[in-house]
């Protein structure tokens, strides 16, 4: 029977209501996140952050928690202006910590996480802080129904250590729906400005992974039948979207072959390959002038 890539499908091929998908929002506590890039990071020192790979990053550490969310925007707290304007993220200015021990950040990020969860803004939200006193305003938003993530190091991968350690943060991880870590040393770098990714990946790792791609979607595309072949490249002439089936397909064969899901950013990368391999791929006139000149059976 010939496979439709191209048809709807059944109502069970959707994910709806699938907890670990949907969109996602980012609070983030600049002061933290700095501090938490210094734990174990070799050269992690200062305070000059730049942002430019954050979202990638980001949606990184949530994709290898599990979490196939899309990342639609990041709130950055921070006591002073970096001066970067960089696309869905939102600077929010709050006094110094030790001006007042942390309360307008409280506020701030207290209020940001109530208005998400009171307007059902998003499915996720990812926030990156070690405050205790946010329990009761994570625990509100849970109870209207929004998963609230929180951001550690590599540390939160043994609670029992952490409970005896840091019993306060211990308590505030527990109260996650999930624990999304980031290796302190990336988080250095992206803070530092040495990934220019954008996917939270040193630039070498980038190339390693287009190669990989390159080669799970060229194998897949050779076992594929002419009829479909032709399907896929008219399909690209008028949309820029993959149909599904196509999609559902190089997405499984890539996380086999790293063990792990693809972030956003990488899925966005593994699509633009397959244009480029589709659009390199020249029509097999030659067999098809050999079959018509084949004598037909009387």
Known sequence: ?????????????????????????????????????????????????????LLGLLSQALSQAGLDVDLRRIYWYSDRSDGLIIDDQIVRLVQTHDADGGSSLLRSLGHDLKQLADHHACDHVLVASDDERFLATIDEAQLSGLSVHLLADESARNMTQMVRTDPGWARLLS???????????????????????????????????????????????????????????????????????????????????????????????????????????PVDTAATTQSEDLPQEQ
């Open 1 to 53: 029977m010939k496979r439709d890539y191209f048809s709807q499908g059944s109502p069970s091929d959707h994910r709806f209501g699938d907890p670990r998908s949907g969109t996602c929002m980012a609070l983030i506590d600049g002061r933290f996140l700095i501090w938490m890039a210094q734990q174990g990071a070799v050269g992690a020192t200062g305070e000059s952050v730049n942002r430019q790979g």
């Open 175 to 281: 109260q996650a729906d999930r624990r999304v870590v980031v290796n302190s040393q990336a988080l250095a770098d992206m803070l530092q400005g040495k990934l220019t990714s954008g996917m939270g990946l040193a630039v070498e790792d980038v190339e390693e992974l287009r190669q990989s791609m390159l080669e799970v979607i060229t194998a897949w595309w050779a076992d594929e039948p002419e009829d479909l072949r032709e399907d896929l490249r008219d399909a690209l002439q008028v949309s820029r979207g993959i149909p599904q089936e196509v999609d559902r397909q190089l997405l499984l064969r890539m996380r086999q072959r790293l063990a792990r899901a693809l972030s956003l950013p990488e899925k966005k990368m593994l699509r633009e390959t397959l244009r480029a391999v589709v659009a390199q791929t």
